[in-house]
């Protein structure tokens, strides 16, 4: 059954980077580029300040700290546990991926913590505000599977290193810090 999921997860990844053009090249990198996402989250802040007014502080203070422990969940936890080879570093396979910019990535890709972030944020928006911004939260998991997407794109991580950490770091983390701001929620804005 390993071997089935291993050669599976190897024929996905050969497929989805195998098939790409100039403008899918540019675009993937750009989604990956920890960079590029700065001016959606700051219109991502903005949002949360105009909608949940005072509340917003601590949203965004939780949104913060979740980041952070999927963020060392996935690289400070995972990756050294496992310590899995990303496609891009795999004798024998590394020389039939396509790179875009020469980029590879670290030595060791699962998990994905890009998966782990995005999809944290995308399930702690679900948890907390999907009745009051459902289209923003829509938005989040589109965000969040594209970014993962662009990883295994460019070579840099299996289908499987993205898909784990929405099960066993995502939902957890993002429900966990999810009820901690509920309960600051209750506890501080009764009447808000």
Not at 118 to 127: D, M, V, W
Not at 143 to 148: I, N, P, Q
Request: aromatic share 22%.
């Amino acid at each position: 059954m390993l071997e089935f999921s291993e050669e599976l997860d190897r024929k996905i990844l050969l497929f989805v980077n195998g098939y790409h053009n100039h403008f899918f090249d540019v675009f993937m990198y750009w989604c990956s580029g920890q960079y590029s996402w700065i001016p959606f989250y700051v219109l991502l802040v903005l949002l949360i300040f105009l909608k949940l007014k005072k509340k917003a502080i601590p949203f965004i203070l939780l949104v913060a700290l979740l980041l952070t422990i999927s963020d060392q969940m996935a690289s400070s936890v995972f990756k050294p546990f496992f310590h899995r080879f990303r496609p891009s570093h795999e004798p024998g396979l590394e020389d039939l991926l396509h790179y875009v910019n020469n980029y590879r990535g670290g030595m060791y890709g699962f998990v994905s913590s890009h998966a782990a972030n995005t999809f944290s944020l995308a399930f702690y928006f679900f948890f907390t505000i999907k009745k009051q911004m459902p289209k923003l939260t829509l938005i989040l998991f589109f965000w969040a599977a594209l970014v993962s997407y662009s990883r295994v794109y460019l070579g840099v991580h299996y289908p499987s290193d993205v898909v784990v950490p929405i099960f066993f770091i995502a939902i957890g983390n993002g429900f966990m810090i999810a009820k901690l701001y509920i309960w600051i929620e209750k506890r501080y804005f009764p009447n808000t």
